[in-house]
């Protein structure tokens, strides 16, 4: 079994691959996750775990995208007031 | 000459008019000032000046507020960031003015004062505020006893009409079954991870007073499965009272010709009642529900965003409808792990149906098929039924 620590660094890498590139989405990322660790090492329970605890440690953002996206921290380009 | 000649032109009708509203709020609040320039310049330029989407939530929370950035902070910049609360209302909307007043109060304080009951999701909100102001805002109302609302791919904000609490009509406790699947689901609600958005709306006859066949993925309609109660000394006095007219205005509206009138006694043929409370509607005192009372589960609706809109059609013709509600909820866990996996990116669930046939879905979610999920029974021109041979 992948261990939580393990899931939540890649989870995190994943994000950050794509940021400023691709809006991407929980259900897209948890394929993602899952593929790669393999299914008998990783089920979409632990993902939503390992993502609960970045949320939670504000280590990544929801953002809205047509649907919610999962987003590192960053002040808005548009809030400029 | 005012600053405002085009948006001013709203306020000249007979009706009610936001302008006015959000003029009497921008003599004390400087949201809304900027509020209506901005808004002028939209009706001149033929375009909105809201920035859509971006970084929302609060600490934890992926829903509930919906980030909203002008794209003119220079000229109006009171109104570079307006964003808007969503505030998980009560069941059925019963608000004490003590309630009424806190959340008002609260909104003045922390953003423009105004606010919209209720949104088509069913919360309280509230418009305009800045990112600074959303988490002070959240503490003071979770300290109050308030939380949230959905937005995003989530569970949305569950609503119900007041059933039980005042209407007769009520064949479950839909404030019970709101407030419980409110806490069941408060994952679901808080941290999005679905395709899109899903939503929970719950009448408690088929009346459907908070229209939820077109407006929930999920509609959850009171219905029973017996015969309709019918007291006859009531339909005597409905027909000699002269208001009803029993033959016209009951018997031959009814959508299935399943009711008889012979001027003294009304026969109703219950296997072919479909349930659609006309009857009862017109002659409340003679008839109502029956006894053998619970739900009906439809799947599907949706407005159009991505595709057309939807209705949503029945999965479950009845079911009963009790805390803890375990057997629902065993359902809809089966259809979200379903959804979750075979959904596409802003996919509804009724065009997650549509796409791969309903015949397939039921399948998949383990139900039995069953003639009352046809979703358009009678209109098919290929069946013939034997009445019409009988004819030739
Ligand atoms: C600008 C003034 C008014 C507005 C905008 C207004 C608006 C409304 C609306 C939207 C409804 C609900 C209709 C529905 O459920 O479909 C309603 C119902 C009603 N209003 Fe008014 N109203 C106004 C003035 C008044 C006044 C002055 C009276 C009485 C003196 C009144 C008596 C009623 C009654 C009795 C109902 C309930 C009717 C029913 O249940 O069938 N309204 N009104
Ligand atoms: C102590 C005094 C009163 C009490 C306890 C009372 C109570 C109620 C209640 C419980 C309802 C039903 C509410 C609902 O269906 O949502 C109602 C409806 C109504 N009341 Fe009163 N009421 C009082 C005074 C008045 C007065 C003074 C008027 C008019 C001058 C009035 C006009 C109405 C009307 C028009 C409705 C129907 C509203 C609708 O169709 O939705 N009531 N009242
Ligand atoms: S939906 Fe039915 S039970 Fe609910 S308020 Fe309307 S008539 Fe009453
Ligand atoms: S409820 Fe509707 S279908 Fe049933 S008997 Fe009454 S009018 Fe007919």
């Not at chain 2, 304080?109 to 949104?119: A, F």
């Not at chain 2, 709306?201 to 019918?230: E, F, H, L, Y």
Request: aromatic share 10%.
């Amino acid at each position: 079994m992948a261990s939580l620590e393990e899931i939540k660094s890649y989870l995190f890498q994943k994000v950050e691959s794509y940021a400023g590139k691709k809006q991407v989405k929980v259900p897209h990322l948890t394929q993602e996750v899952i593929e790669h660790f393999g299914e008998a090492e990783c089920s979409k329970k632990d993902v939503k775990e390992a993502l609960k605890e970045l949320i939670d440690e504000e280590k990544l953002v929801y953002g809205y995208f047509g649907g919610t996206t999962i987003e590192l921290p960053h002040v808005e380009g548009s809030a400029n007031a | 000459m005012s600053d405002t000649p085009m948006i001013d032109q709203l306020e000249t009708g007979p009706w009610p008019s936001f302008i006015k509203d959000i003029k009497r709020m921008a003599a004390k609040n400087a949201m809304c000032k900027d509020l209506l320039g901005l808004l002028e310049m939209s009706y001149k330029d033929k375009r909105t000046h809201w920035k859509h989407g971006g970084i929302v939530g609060v600490r934890g929370y992926g829903g509930g507020i919906i980030g909203r950035y002008s794209d003119s902070p220079e000229k109006f910049p009171n109104v570079s960031h307006f964003h808007t609360v969503r505030v998980n209302q009560p069941s059925a909307w019963f608000y004490n003015t003590g309630a009424l007043r806190y959340l008002c109060d609260l909104w003045e304080k922390h953003g423009s004062g105004l606010t919209n009951l209720h949104g088509s999701t069913g919360d309280f909100v509230m418009l305009g505020t800045t990112t600074d102001q959303l988490e002070p805002i959240f503490t003071d109302l979770s300290e109050h006893g308030w939380d949230l609302g959905g937005s995003g791919s989530d569970v949305r904000t569950p609503s119900c009409c007041n059933g039980m609490a005042r209407c007769e009509f009520a064949c479950y406790d839909t404030m019970n079954l709101c407030y419980d699947l409110t806490n069941e689901y408060q994952d679901e609600l808080h941290r999005p991870a679905f395709p899109y958005k899903f939503k929970f709306k719950m009448s408690g006859c088929p009346n459907d007073c908070v229209a939820s066949i077109a407006r929930s993925d999920c509609s959850i309609i009171g219905t029973w499965r017996d015969d309709i109660q019918q007291d006859n000394a009531a339909v005597t006095e409905y027909a000699k009272g002269g208001k009803v007219d029993i033959a016209n205005d009951v018997v031959a509206k009814c959508p299935t010709g399943c009711m008889s009138w012979d001027g003294s006694k009304l026969s109703i043929d219950n296997k072919n009642c479909n349930r659609c409370m006309h009857c009862i509607n017109v002659m409340p005192k003679a008839l109502r529900p029956g006894k053998d009372k619970g739900a009906m589960i439809l799947l599907g609706a949706k407005a159009p965003i991505v595709q057309g809109a939807l209705l949503s059609s029945v999965i479950v013709p009845f079911i009963k409808m009790e805390p803890p509600y375990e057997e629902f909820k065993d359902l809809i866990r089966r259809i979200w792990e379903f959804w979750d996996e075979h959904g596409e990116n802003r996919e509804r669930i009724g065009e997650m149906i549509v796409r791969i046939g309903k015949g397939n879905f039921v399948e998949e979610i383990g139900l039995e098929p069953l003639p009352a999920m046809i979703k358009e029974p009678r209109s098919n021109p290929y069946i013939f039924y034997e009445e019409y041979f009988e004819e030739e």
